[in-house]
Protein backbone atom coordinates (compact mmCIF):
# COMPACT_ATOMS: atom_id res chain seq x y z
CA UNK A 1 0.00 0.00 0.00
CA UNK A 2 1.45 3.72 -0.96
CA UNK A 3 1.98 6.11 1.54
CA UNK A 4 -0.98 8.40 2.10
CA UNK A 5 -0.50 11.82 0.78
CA UNK A 6 -2.16 14.41 3.58
CA UNK A 7 -2.72 17.97 3.12
CA UNK A 8 -0.17 20.22 5.17
CA UNK A 9 -0.54 24.08 5.94
CA UNK A 10 1.12 26.53 3.42
CA UNK A 11 5.31 25.77 4.76
CA UNK A 12 5.07 23.54 7.04
CA UNK A 13 7.87 20.80 6.36
CA UNK A 14 6.84 17.93 9.03
CA UNK A 15 7.42 15.28 6.38
CA UNK A 16 8.53 16.04 3.00
CA UNK A 17 9.15 12.47 2.06
CA UNK A 18 6.05 10.30 3.02
CA UNK A 19 7.51 6.98 3.58
CA UNK A 20 9.51 9.08 6.43
CA UNK A 21 7.53 7.22 9.16
CA UNK A 22 7.71 3.94 7.77
CA UNK A 23 10.96 3.51 7.50
CA UNK A 24 11.69 5.20 10.75
CA UNK A 25 9.44 2.65 12.11
CA UNK A 26 11.50 -0.08 10.51
CA UNK A 27 14.75 1.18 11.99
CA UNK A 28 12.94 1.06 15.60
CA UNK A 29 12.85 -2.80 15.37
CA UNK A 30 16.78 -2.55 14.60
CA UNK A 31 18.45 -3.43 17.95
CA UNK A 32 21.54 -1.29 16.09
CA UNK A 33 18.71 1.77 14.83
CA UNK A 34 16.68 1.49 17.36
CA UNK A 35 17.44 4.24 19.91
CA UNK A 36 18.46 6.61 17.53
CA UNK A 37 15.24 5.89 14.96
CA UNK A 38 12.49 6.19 18.13
CA UNK A 39 13.97 9.91 19.10
CA UNK A 40 13.77 10.79 14.97
CA UNK A 41 10.20 9.04 14.61
CA UNK A 42 8.74 11.05 17.60
CA UNK A 43 9.07 14.82 16.92
CA UNK A 44 7.86 13.65 13.27
CA UNK A 45 4.58 12.29 15.42
CA UNK A 46 4.24 15.29 16.76
CA UNK A 47 4.54 17.76 13.87
CA UNK A 48 1.99 15.12 12.50
CA UNK A 49 -0.69 15.34 15.62
CA UNK A 50 -0.78 19.15 15.26
CA UNK A 51 -1.82 19.23 11.22
CA UNK A 52 -4.79 16.54 12.15
CA UNK A 53 -5.40 18.83 15.28
CA UNK A 54 -5.36 21.79 12.86
CA UNK A 55 -7.96 20.09 10.35
CA UNK A 56 -10.01 19.07 12.96
CA UNK A 57 -10.24 22.46 14.90
CA UNK A 58 -11.15 24.21 11.84
CA UNK A 59 -14.66 21.97 11.87
CA UNK A 60 -15.43 23.56 14.54
CA UNK A 61 -17.32 27.05 14.84
CA UNK A 62 -16.23 29.97 17.18
CA UNK A 63 -16.27 29.30 21.02
CA UNK A 64 -13.98 26.23 20.96
CA UNK A 65 -11.84 26.50 23.74
CA UNK A 66 -9.72 23.99 23.01
CA UNK A 67 -6.71 24.46 20.55
CA UNK A 68 -4.67 23.27 18.21
CA UNK A 69 -1.40 22.81 20.70
CA UNK A 70 -3.70 21.03 23.76
CA UNK A 71 -4.91 18.74 21.44
CA UNK A 72 -1.85 17.79 20.05
CA UNK A 73 -0.34 17.39 23.12
CA UNK A 74 -2.92 15.63 24.42
CA UNK A 75 -3.17 13.12 21.48
CA UNK A 76 0.90 12.76 21.59
CA UNK A 77 0.52 11.36 25.25
CA UNK A 78 -2.26 8.92 24.05
CA UNK A 79 0.19 7.55 20.81
CA UNK A 80 3.14 7.10 23.63
CA UNK A 81 0.70 4.58 25.30
CA UNK A 82 0.96 2.77 21.93
CA UNK A 83 4.25 1.73 21.58
CA UNK A 84 6.31 2.93 18.36
CA UNK A 85 7.34 -0.67 17.77
CA UNK A 86 4.07 -1.51 17.86
CA UNK A 87 3.13 0.71 14.84
CA UNK A 88 2.98 -1.38 11.33
CA UNK A 89 3.50 1.55 9.32
CA UNK A 90 2.19 5.37 8.33
CA UNK A 91 -1.33 4.18 7.87
CA UNK A 92 -1.61 2.46 10.94
CA UNK A 93 -0.38 5.48 12.52
CA UNK A 94 -3.14 7.28 11.12
CA UNK A 95 -5.54 4.89 12.41
CA UNK A 96 -4.32 5.26 15.65
CA UNK A 97 -4.14 8.71 15.84
CA UNK A 98 -7.94 9.29 14.57
CA UNK A 99 -8.88 7.01 17.79
CA UNK A 100 -6.86 9.19 19.82
CA UNK A 101 -8.45 12.22 18.59
CA UNK A 102 -12.06 10.97 18.94
CA UNK A 103 -11.05 9.78 22.93
CA UNK A 104 -9.27 13.21 23.67
CA UNK A 105 -12.50 15.17 22.17
CA UNK A 106 -14.68 13.48 24.00
CA UNK A 107 -12.69 13.40 27.29
CA UNK A 108 -13.40 17.26 26.79
CA UNK A 109 -16.75 17.08 26.06
CA UNK A 110 -17.28 15.22 29.24
CA UNK A 111 -15.32 17.29 31.55
CA UNK A 112 -16.96 20.51 29.76
CA UNK A 113 -20.12 19.17 30.61
CA UNK A 114 -19.45 17.61 33.89
CA UNK A 115 -22.50 18.07 36.31
CA UNK A 116 -24.93 19.36 33.60
CA UNK A 117 -28.07 17.59 32.57
CA UNK A 118 -29.70 17.71 29.31
CA UNK A 119 -33.32 16.75 29.08
CA UNK A 120 -33.30 15.30 25.38
CA UNK A 121 -30.49 14.28 23.77
CA UNK A 122 -28.20 16.49 20.51
CA UNK A 123 -29.24 14.96 17.61
CA UNK A 124 -26.83 13.21 15.70
CA UNK A 125 -25.13 15.63 13.12
CA UNK A 126 -21.80 14.03 11.19
CA UNK A 127 -21.76 16.81 9.00
CA UNK A 128 -20.99 19.50 11.68
CA UNK A 129 -20.99 20.29 15.06
CA UNK A 130 -23.50 23.28 15.63
CA UNK A 131 -24.66 25.50 18.69
CA UNK A 132 -23.19 26.65 21.51
CA UNK A 133 -19.25 25.20 22.99
CA UNK A 134 -22.01 22.75 25.42
CA UNK A 135 -24.20 22.22 22.90
CA UNK A 136 -21.06 20.96 21.00
CA UNK A 137 -19.68 19.01 23.98
CA UNK A 138 -23.18 17.05 24.20
CA UNK A 139 -23.41 16.51 20.93
CA UNK A 140 -19.46 14.69 20.70
CA UNK A 141 -20.68 12.62 23.81
CA UNK A 142 -23.61 11.44 22.00
CA UNK A 143 -21.83 10.61 19.08
CA UNK A 144 -19.31 8.82 20.79
CA UNK A 145 -22.28 7.00 23.00
CA UNK A 146 -24.05 5.88 19.55
CA UNK A 147 -20.34 4.48 18.05
CA UNK A 148 -19.69 2.51 21.33
CA UNK A 149 -22.76 0.75 19.91
CA UNK A 150 -22.52 0.39 16.81
CA UNK A 151 -19.09 -0.88 17.23
CA UNK A 152 -21.05 -4.16 18.38
CA UNK A 153 -22.87 -4.34 15.34
CA UNK A 154 -19.92 -3.42 12.92
CA UNK A 155 -16.14 -2.11 14.02
CA UNK A 156 -15.40 -1.39 9.90
CA UNK A 157 -18.22 1.21 10.22
CA UNK A 158 -16.66 2.83 13.44
CA UNK A 159 -12.98 2.95 11.78
CA UNK A 160 -14.31 4.88 8.92
CA UNK A 161 -16.35 7.06 11.19
CA UNK A 162 -13.01 7.71 13.27
CA UNK A 163 -11.30 8.93 10.46
CA UNK A 164 -13.91 10.62 8.96
CA UNK A 165 -15.21 12.74 11.87
CA UNK A 166 -12.93 12.82 14.75
CA UNK A 167 -9.60 13.23 12.65
CA UNK A 168 -11.00 15.28 9.61
CA UNK A 169 -9.73 13.13 7.11
CA UNK A 170 -11.22 13.24 3.57
CA UNK A 171 -12.48 9.96 1.90
CA UNK A 172 -9.06 9.89 0.06
CA UNK A 173 -6.95 10.20 3.07
CA UNK A 174 -9.14 7.46 5.18
CA UNK A 175 -9.32 5.38 1.95
CA UNK A 176 -4.73 5.08 2.42
CA UNK A 177 -5.29 4.77 6.16
CA UNK A 178 -7.80 1.80 6.06
CA UNK A 179 -6.22 0.70 3.27
CA UNK A 180 -9.77 -0.12 1.33
CA UNK A 181 -10.68 1.75 -2.10
CA UNK A 182 -12.86 5.18 -1.88
CA UNK A 183 -16.05 3.35 -3.04
CA UNK A 184 -16.23 0.92 0.13
CA UNK A 185 -15.25 4.37 2.23
CA UNK A 186 -18.33 6.05 0.81
CA UNK A 187 -20.38 3.06 1.50
CA UNK A 188 -19.15 2.86 4.61
CA UNK A 189 -20.00 5.93 5.70
CA UNK A 190 -23.77 6.07 4.48
CA UNK A 191 -23.82 2.67 6.29
CA UNK A 192 -22.75 4.23 9.64
CA UNK A 193 -24.68 7.52 8.93
CA UNK A 194 -27.87 4.99 8.35
CA UNK A 195 -26.92 2.72 11.33
CA UNK A 196 -26.08 5.97 14.12
CA UNK A 197 -29.94 7.73 13.25
CA UNK A 198 -31.22 3.88 13.58
CA UNK A 199 -29.77 3.87 17.02
CA UNK A 200 -30.21 7.23 17.84
CA UNK A 201 -34.42 6.72 17.51
CA UNK A 202 -33.98 3.62 19.54
CA UNK A 203 -32.41 5.73 22.11
CA UNK A 204 -35.50 8.31 21.78
CA UNK A 205 -38.07 5.62 21.91
CA UNK A 206 -36.27 3.53 24.58
CA UNK A 207 -36.05 6.93 26.52
CA UNK A 208 -40.11 8.13 26.22
CA UNK A 209 -41.54 4.50 27.61
CA UNK A 210 -39.09 4.92 30.47
CA UNK A 211 -41.21 8.30 31.09
Given at each position: ??????????????????????????????????AEAFDSLMPLVYN?????????????????????????NESYLKLQNHV??????????????????????VDYARQRNAGKRYGDKQQVDLDSIAGDSDERAAQLMHVDELLDRLNDIDSDLVRVVECRFFAGYSQEETSSV???????????????????RELELASRDKSQVQL
Amino acid sequence: MTGATFRRAPGENALSDPRTITRLLRECRDDDTGAEAFDSLMPLVYNELRQLARQQLARMRSGQTLDTTALANESYLKLQNHVALDWTDRQHFYAIAARAMRQILVDYARQRNAGKRYGDKQQVDLDSIAGDSDERAAQLMHVDELLDRLNDIDSDLVRVVECRFFAGYSQEETSSVLGISMRTVQRRWQRARAWLRELELASRDKSQVQL
